[in-house]
Each structure stands twice: as C-alpha cells, then as structure tokens.
C-alpha cells in the first residue's frame, strides 16, 4: 500500500498543471459518472466512469427472519453505496496507450486517485492525478461549478 501511495503522490498535478498539461495536447479522463460529468467537464474530457453506481444510503442486499412466531430475529444486509465499473481498466484501455500521458480527475480528487492507482497496476505508466478533481480545475480560473 505504501508503494502505491508513492506512485499516486509521484504521478499527482495540482490544477494548474493540469490545465497546462492539456493546453500542451494531453487529454484528460472524467471518471465521474455520466450524469456529473454533463453537468460540466474539463473541455473535450472523455468520460468513463470508475463506478457503475453510487447510492449513499447503500442499498439492502438480504433480508433474512429468524424465529417462531412471537420471537422473530431479522437480520438486514446491505451492500456498499459504491460499487466499481468492473470494465474500467479495459475501457480505458480502449481510450489510450498504455504509455500515453494523460490526467485523470473527478469532482474533488478522491475517485481519481483511486482511479489513479488502478491504471498504474494495469500498467499505465505515465497517467496523471489532478488533486482537487475538477473542483481544481475550476478554481485555477475562479470559474464557478
């Protein structure tokens, strides 16, 4: 864990960098989902999301009842309110070389650093983290979300 954390720290640009990145011809990968991503992106960002889904309250996987009658157990197991895009390595994959430099942000860094550290162990070897995501990105500008 520590090494992947010095990968991420080693690959990570701030907003500004990030904006000179692409203004130089490097691309930048949304992984936000769809609907966030068209309430506003990065210009000419290509989007795939690092989640299929995302419920915050989670959502109930069993429902299981135990018991007679009068003396009833129930037991309620629920599932994570984040589930991960199982394709996300083989569709970006089908976006950009493995050698390509290109930044990967979200709305405030989180998603992408954990997108970060995935497309290193797919054996992406020059793929950078905006930290700070998009919000970053905007207040290198004071554009507004």
């Given amino acids: 864990m520590e090494s ?3 990968a991420v720290h080693n690959v990570t640009v701030d907003g500004n960098e990030a904006r000179s990145l692409v203004a130089s011809g490097h691309r930048y990968l949304d992984v936000r989902l769809k609907d966030d991503f068209d309430t506003g992106h990065v210009e000419g960002a ?4 690092y989640y299929s889904s995302v419920t915050p309250q989670g959502q109930l996987l069993y429902r299981i009842t135990l018991g007679t009658k009068n003396t009833k157990l ?3 197991l629920w599932i994570a ?3 991960k895009n199982p394709q996300f390595t ?7 070389a493995s050698d390509e430099t290109f930044i990967v942000g979200c709305r405030t860094g989180v998603r992408a650093k954990h997108a970060t550290v995935d497309l290193l162990n797919a054996g992406f070897e020059n793929v950078k983290y905006i930290a700070g995501g998009y919000l970053a990105w905007l207040k290198c500008t004071n554009e507004e979300e």
């Fill in 4 to 6: 992947q954390q010095s």
């Fill in 46 to 49: 290509l989007n795939v999301p």
């Fill in 74 to 76: 129930m037991m309620l």
């Fill in 81 to 83: 309110g984040k589930v």
């Fill in 90 to 96: 083989e569709q970006v994959s089908s976006l950009f």
